[in-house]
Every structure is written in structure tokens, then in C-alpha cells.
């Protein structure tokens, strides 16, 4: 890293100058502190205000798993060093940490591509307003970023050394840290360890592949066990990560209604408007699509199973049930629709739709004519989403090392989402690292004029070459 920083210091002065601008901006004018962030709060306080990880009841302090601790314990140790309830200085934390991923994704292209590819990804890193809008709210999403740049770029430096050193423990903290962020973070392991053990460089024998990556493995795992342990003393449950459906040991997800969303949804607006709905708040039947009403006998029974939820705004287990056996008689009609179309579509969407989730623009962002200059917006801000990806597709066709390492991770992640039932866009965010470098790859192939080739293109792990 310091060798690009260096060599190309004024492009970095530029660009982490902007960067830095443009996430101040967002900062200051976008905030959102709600939701999932009051929740992390709330444990974060309980855990080391009290020594329970839990959440606040009326009838006091309930231990909880719903919520993996690494995001909880990032907020504690930015409350004991800047004081509790200083959202402003996590933000600017938050801030700092995505301008580092910034510089890990442009050094890991400028020492594994090029000196242009290294600039190219720096500038579509520090100037994306998708990544850079997440600084502005406390979530996992920014951490989770940090923790994939620092891996790609730890195990490019892994693979070249010819001894472990501190880039097989960065390894090891990356993987760590970005599964006790989200359950879904355990993707970062799954690739980078193989990638470990597949090492090419002959400075390493087959069974120092093995033991160094089972020892990664091992050192990652531990604060697994330490939580598997404390959930099992807890509640009585074997669960070393956390639920699919947040919920606590007793608590039964409305399984029913959950799976006739999924005969339907395919779009974040869906989401927002109506599964988020229950329980608690009431279901406007009109903002449902048509297609979640089917026809006939299908259309009279939605209508009234939604009426008797409105009279209580509770999703009891007698009408999940009648929501399930809805779902059934729907998936049974359109087997195809629900297993492949549907999932296919909400991929598409996390993927395609405008990345306003943050901001203050309508959900309906299309109805141009309430709304002329958001949709406008919107617009524009798919375009701009459209070009990373064609970019960074483009870049799959360069010889970029590691780039299997990070099209696995790709793929793998749209297998988890083809899983989801309600759609949102910050789902696909996790890829953007990669996006990155792969559409820094293609930028530099076509830039005129000479440039200055990295000496470690001959790294073969996952490359394609």
C-alpha cells in the first residue's frame, strides 16, 4: 500500500479529498438513525452497561440472539471512547473506516493489475454514492466492506509472501469480524480460506497450505464457539450464528405469512410498504401489485384474510396458517413462478433498482407524475449503478488476479439472495469491493498510453489464468 500511496499521491490526495466530501455530505444532510440501529443500541448499552446481551422489555433487560455481536461491540467501543449516544462521531467513524476500504480495494488493483488499475479503482470507490450513503447510518453495512477489502487485500499480500506474518492474522481478523457482523458475512471464509490451501506459490509445501489455512480457520471459528457456547447456556438452543427470522428462542416467525409474500414480492417497494408491516401495523390492500391477489376464489380470500389482520394488527398462528395454506394452493398453480421466476426477479431487483434506499425519495420512485425530480433522480442513479456493473463485467474478461476468488464470491452471495422473500438493495452492496477492482481492471485496459505493470500478476489462485 504505501508504494501506491507514494507513486500516485496526488490522485490519492484528490480523491480521498472528495471522497471524503462526499461522505461528510451525506453525513450531514442523510442521516438514519432508526430501525436495526436502535436495536444494536439498545444490546450494545445492555451488554456493557448492565453485563447482559439483551434487549430492553417493559419488564426489563430480555437476553437475546436475534443479533450477532460484532456490530453491538464496534458501537460500545465508540461509546466508551466518544460517550454514549454520539451518533455523529460513529458516522465520522464510520467515515474514516470506508475511506480505508477505498485505499485497500486501489491497492490490492495496483498491486495485482496495474498502477492505472490502482487509481481507477480508487476513484470509483471514493466517489460511489452507494457505498459512501452507508457511512451516514449505523449499521453493518460499512464494517462489513472494511472487512472484505482488508481480506482481498490481505490474502493477495498472503499469497506473496513467503512467510505467514501479519497478513495471514489480517486474513484471520477479516473473516472473523465479518461473520460476527451479519450471518451472511461467513461467505468471506468460504473463499478465502480455500484460496489459502489452492495457494500456487512454490514457497509453500502442500502441508503448510493445509495447516496454515486450518489454523485460520481454527482462530476464526473461536469467537464462534464462545458464542454457540454462551447460546446454548442461555437458551438452550444449538445456534452459532443468528436466526433467519431474528427471532428469539419461544418466538415463532409467521412462517405462513412469510412464505405467501414470497409467492409475490419481487420488489423493495413490497417490502417497505407491506412485510414490514406485520405485525403492528396495518395492510393498505391497495399498495399490494395485482399479482399478489391471483384471481377468483384466490382474489376473495387474500382480500379477506388481510381484513381480519387490519382488525388486529397481529399476525396470530391461526392466520399465519390460513396465509400458508393461500401459499400453498399459489405455488401449486404456478410451481415455475415461485421456485424460479420470483427469486430470479428479486435478484434482480437488489441488483438493478436505484440504490435510494437511504436517501428521502418515495418508495414509488416511478410515478413521475407526483414526483417529477425523484424520479428523475432515480433514474440517474440507476444509470450510475448500471455503469459500475457493466464495467466491472467487463473487467471479468481481463486477467485480474484472484478474480475467482471474488467471482465466487459473487455468485455465491446471489445463490444466498435467490433465498430471500423480501428484496432490498443494500443485500447486494457486500459485492461492491469487487465491483470495484473489476471495473478499475476494465478502466485501465482501455486508458491510452503506457502504464506501469504490477510484478504480482503471476499470483494463479482463482485468477483464471
Request: aromatic share 14%.
Amino acid at each position: 500500500m504505501p508504494g501506491f500511496l507514494r507513486s500516485a499521491k496526488r490522485h490519492v490526495f484528490f480523491a480521498m479529498l472528495t471522497g471524503l466530501l462526499l461522505r461528510l455530505w451525506f453525513v450531514q444532510n442523510y442521516p438514519v438513525i432508526d430501525g436495526d440501529t436502535l436495536v444494536y443500541a439498545d444490546i450494545a448499552h445492555n451488554w456493557f452497561r448492565h453485563g447482559i446481551y439483551g434487549i430492553t422489555r417493559p419488564w426489563g433487560i430480555q437476553p437475546t440472539l436475534i443479533r450477532l455481536p460484532g456490530y453491538p461491540l464496534f458501537l460500545a467501543l465508540c461509546s466508551g471512547i466518544f460517550g454514549a449516544g454520539h451518533w455523529t462521531a460513529v458516522l465520522l467513524v464510520q467515515t474514516a473506516m470506508d475511506l480505508a476500504t477505498c485505499l485497500l480495494v486501489a491497492s490490492f488493483a495496483a498491486r495485482a493489475i496495474s498502477r492505472r488499475a490502482g487509481i481507477a479503482t480508487l476513484f470509483l470507490a471514493s466517489l460511489c454514492p452507494f457505498t459512501a450513503n452507508y457511512v451516514a447510518s449505523p449499521l453493518t453495512e460499512t464494517p462489513t466492506l472494511f472487512c472484505i477489502a482488508l481480506g482481498l487485500y490481505a490474502l493477495l499480500r498472503y499469497l506473496e509472501a513467503p512467510a505467514a506474518g501479519r497478513w495471514f492474522w489480517l486474513l484471520a481478523f477479516s473473516i472473523a469480524w465479518c461473520a460476527l457482523l451479519r450471518p451472511d458475512g461467513a461467505l468471506l471464509g468460504v473463499v478465502l480460506l480455500p484460496a489459502m490451501f489452492f495457494d500456487a506459490s512454490p514457497q509453500r509445501t502442500s502441508r503448510k497450505r493445509a495447516l496454515l489455512a486450518g489454523a485460520c480457520a481454527a482462530i476464526t471459528l473461536l469467537p464462534f464457539a464462545v458464542w454457540t457456547a454462551r447460546n446454548a447456556r442461555t437458551f438452550h438452543v444449538f445456534q452459532p450464528l443468528a436466526p433467519r427470522y431474528a427471532n428469539d428462542p419461544g418466538e415463532v416467525p409467521p412462517r405462513g405469512w412469510i412464505r405467501w409474500v414470497r409467492t409475490w414480492c419481487v420488489e423493495y417497494t413490497s417490502t417497505a410498504e407491506v412485510y414490514w408491516s406485520v405485525s403492528g401495523d396495518a395492510i393498505d390492500p391497495s399498495l399490494l401489485p395485482a399479482r399478489a391477489w391471483g384471481y377468483g376464489a384466490q382474489a376473495a380470500e387474500t382480500r379477506s384474510l388481510i381484513a381480519a389482520y387490519n382488525q388486529t394488527q397481529t399476525m396470530t398462528p391461526e392466520l399465519s396458517h390460513a396465509f400458508g395454506r393461500l401459499a400453498a394452493e399459489r405455488i401449486a398453480s404456478h410451481p415455475w413462478r415461485y421456485w424460479v421466476g420470483l427469486p430470479l426477479a428479486r435478484l434482480a431487483d437488489m441488483w438493478l433498482r436505484p440504490r435510494t434506499a437511504q436517501l428521502w425519495i418515495e418508495l414509488r420512485w416511478w410515478q413521475y407524475s407526483r414526483h417529477h425530480a425523484e424520479t428523475i433522480f432515480s433514474w440517474v442513479y440507476a444509470g450510475v449503478n448500471l455503469l459500475y456493473l457493466l464495467f466491472a463485467l467487463w473487467g471479468l474478461r481481463q486477467r485480474v488476479p484472484l478474480r475467482g476468488v471474488m467471482l465466487a464470491y459473487i455468485l455465491l452471495r446471489c445463490a444466498l439472495l435467490l433465498t430471500i422473500e423480501a428484496p432490498e438493495d443494500r443485500y447486494t452492496l457486500e459485492c461492491f469491493p469487487m465491483i470495484f477492482i473489476l471495473a478499475g481492471a476494465a478502466i485501465a485496459a482501455q486508458w491510452p498510453g503506457r502504464d506501469v505493470r504490477s510484478r504480482t500478476g503471476a499470483i494463479a489462485v482463482g485468477s483464471g489464468n
